[in-house]
């Protein structure tokens, strides 16, 4: 038995994010919600089946490690094109650090996986005629996609600084991006006011194009799929803590610079986007 060392085993959290082992305990953090420009895309896959290896680790000069690595799959649904579809995650790897110093944590993680559809969108139904008929097609069968983020956050009890940087790459036709969120909050007793920047970015328009394919729909970035995703954001918050295990956070977003795409929306809103938000997180 060694307390540093831990092996566990079945569904676990796929941990690709810095706060992934209780992103849906909302109380743990200052936002209403984690940022939707990291969180919002890759966020969708959020646990798998297998097993995972844990392993302490004490360094010198006050600092502490905690390394991971896990492998599984999973079978779940995800949303995209505006529909619903099914997805299995194969042979997900991956691995990451945590270091720890007084206030501070950095987060680093690697994590791969084959990735394939059951069905395609139904919003795809006309991009797919137009690349059969070209001798092409937009079945997605074990595509190799990878995930890597970078994490930090400092909280001494007057300051908060957090963030994370993510890169997002699916082999083919499907969209790679990169996004990051930046948060500065001041702690005055009880209150947390806090001011969060997310962009989202897509990264591969240039290589989802397909020679040939008729009815006008040859540049996926032109086709009415919804694929692409922009967006930035500017988040003031202020989290209340009423009391142990209660607070009360209100929100005002501002989504805006998606430049024609959908964002992380359905379907393309045409404008900027404001969002009012409250909340009453517990636990117990």
Not at 259 to 278: E, I, M, Q, R
């Amino acid at each position: 038995h060694r307390p540093d060392l831990k092996l566990r085993a079945g569904r676990l959290r796929l941990p690709i994010f810095m706060i992934s082992e209780y992103q849906e305990v909302g109380y743990t953090y200052p936002w209403v919600r984690p940022p939707s420009e990291v969180y919002g895309l890759v966020g969708q896959f959020t646990s798998y089946d297998g097993f995972d290896v844990l392993y302490d680790l004490p360094l010198r000069g006050g600092w502490h490690a905690n390394l991971q690595a896990y492998w599984g799959g999973r079978a779940s649904t995800v949303l995209l094109a505006g529909s619903t579809i099914g997805v299995d995650l194969d042979d997900a790897v991956g691995v990451n650090v945590r270091l720890n110093y007084r206030d501070l944590d950095l987060f680093a993680g690697y994590n791969r996986a084959d990735l394939s559809f059951s069905t395609l969108p139904a919003s795809l139904a006309a991009i797919q005629a137009c690349c059969l008929a070209a001798g092409q097609s937009l079945v997605v069968e074990k595509e190799d996609l990878t995930f890597k983020a970078l994490g930090w956050h400092y909280d001494d009890g007057d300051w908060l600084f957090m963030g994370e940087y993510t890169i997002f790459n699916i082999d083919e036709w499907l969209i790679d991006t990169e996004a990051y969120y930046a948060t500065v909050g001041h702690h005055f007793g009880r209150f947390l006011p806090h001011f969060t920047f997310g962009k989202l970015n897509t990264t591969d328009g240039s290589n989802r194009i397909f020679p040939g394919a008729i009815g006008g729909f040859d540049n996926l970035r032109n086709a009415p799929t919804f694929l692409d995703a922009e967006q930035s954001s500017w988040t003031l918050g202020l989290r209340y803590d009423h009391m142990p295990g209660i607070a009360l956070k209100f929100e005002w977003q501002r989504i805006a610079d998606l430049n024609g795409t959908a964002g992380l929306f359905t379907a393309p809103p045409g404008k900027d986007v404001d969002v009012w938000s409250f909340v009453i997180d517990t636990v117990f």
